[in-house]
């Protein structure tokens, strides 16, 4: 699917999904167009619509066990609307303008308030004991089991986004997170995804074979 096909799809979604919460069109549309402004940065190789795009498809699909599948729709739209690079605070800042656009929109405080909870776990992905927030880390990471030519472009996006750093210093970088990835007792939290940890471990391990190799060379 094209990018701006993704993207009106999208957009067709956040209407239906704040409209019956605030009808006034124009807060809705300067919403979304904050959203894209965004998320259609052209420096936003993997974290951009085509990404809240496979959220929301998973959300979709796991709906009937979600308690407040609200909440993880609109931590989909939100949850990297900060991605700067250099910085170390961007889930803290994406939960603070999601807060704030919710309220504006009149969302329910119970939603608003496990929306920012998710994002904010997303700081360090680690399990929060709470069903909801758990499998919305869990949807997430799914890149991390997808088939190894999905996962190889997901790398080769991933370094993009980080292309102001040398290979010296990325790789170095990359090696210690994936690692640390496997050092856990668990990559997927909940049982929807749980099936897919042997993939996500593998496709790990590659990469950083990879990342080995050009260490060393």
């Known amino acids: 699917m094209e990018d ?3 993207e009106n799809k999208l957009k067709g979604f956040w209407e239906q999904l704040v409209f019956s919460y605030n ?15 965004y998320y259609t940065n052209p420096q936003r190789y993997y974290h951009n619509f085509d990404h809240i795009d496979t959220i929301v498809k998973l959300i979709e699909e796991g709906k009937r066990h979600i308690l407040n599948e609200q909440a993880l729709f609109f931590a989909a739209f939100y949850h990297d609307i900060i991605y700067d690079i250099t910085q170390t605070n961007n889930e803290l800042r994406s939960a603070l303008i999601a807060e704030k656009r919710l309220k504006e929109l009149h969302v329910d405080a119970g939603v608003i308030n496990l929306t920012a909870k998710i994002i904010r776990q997303t ?12 499998l919305f880390l ?6 991390l089991s997808a088939q190894e030519e999905d996962y190889q472009d997901y790398a080769a996006r991933i370094r993009k986004e980080y292309s102001i750093f040398s290979d010296k210093i990325y790789v170095a970088a990359r090696i210690k997170m994936l690692s640390q990835y496997l050092d856990q007792p668990e990559i997927y939290y909940t049982p929807l995804m749980k099936g897919r940890e042997n993939a996500a471990r593998q496709n790990i391990k590659k990469e950083l074979e990879v990342l080995m190799a050009q260490k060393t060379s």
């Open 4 to 6: 701006l096909e993704i």
């Open 23 to 37: 009808g006034d069109k124009q807060i809705m549309n300067d919403c979304w167009d904050e959203l894209a402004s």
């Open 123 to 134: 700081a360090g992905h680690q399990k929060s004991g709470l069903f909801d927030v758990d």
């Open 138 to 143: 869990d949807f997430d990471r799914c890149i």
